[in-house]
């Protein structure tokens, strides 16, 4: 008989409507939540905080910019640097809940067998241990926003899953 994941963890309840405008102030706010929030789950398994590089954070903004522009939802291709991506539509969204869609993909992972799967990947990524900076990016249309998020040293590496995806302290 097939193991049944448990239950995807409850989050806050949310708003229906985008949360704000696609302006300086709205979105340094959205990416300190998006940043904090990654910390608090990485502090729960051990990791240490992740340090905000500029440089990632210009690379995260140009390509959220660009889905937006394109309307679409695609990873860049051969990132240099690791990579979250995430797309709501039609919902309040505030920068914790990128970073908890990501966190529940944890119900995906195996920790007894570690190794990427395409199901848990960006809460490998998220979680990775040995990462050390991130960067942020928020862009919105109408109702829609997209979030991209970059990570140095890039994580999901073949063969270092052990190591860099640790359980729950």
Request: with cysteine.
């Amino acid at each position: 008989m097939a193991r049944r994941p448990p239950p995807i963890p409850a989050t806050h309840e949310r708003m229906p409507g985008p949360l704000g405008q696609d302006t300086k102030a709205n979105n340094e706010k959205f990416l300190r939540d998006v940043i904090e929030t990654t910390n608090k789950y990485r502090q729960m398994h051990g990791c240490p905080k992740l340090k905000v590089n500029n440089e990632l954070n210009k690379l995260a903004q140009e390509w959220a910019n660009h889905l937006r522009d394109k309307n679409i939802m695609e990873h860049r291709p051969k990132p240099k640097y690791g990579e979250n991506i995430f797309l709501s539509g039609g919902m309040d969204v505030t920068g914790d809940l990128p970073v908890d869609m990501w966190y529940r993909e944890i119900n995906a992972f195996n920790f007894d067998k570690p190794d990427f799967t395409p199901t848990s990947g960006h809460f490998t990524q998220l979680i990775w241990k040995s990462c050390t900076d991130i960067g942020a990016g928020v862009a919105r249309r109408a109702d829609r926003t997209w979030v991209v998020c970059n990570y140095h040293p890039p994580g999901n590496i073949v063969g270092q899953f052990k190591e860099n995806v640790p359980r729950k302290l």
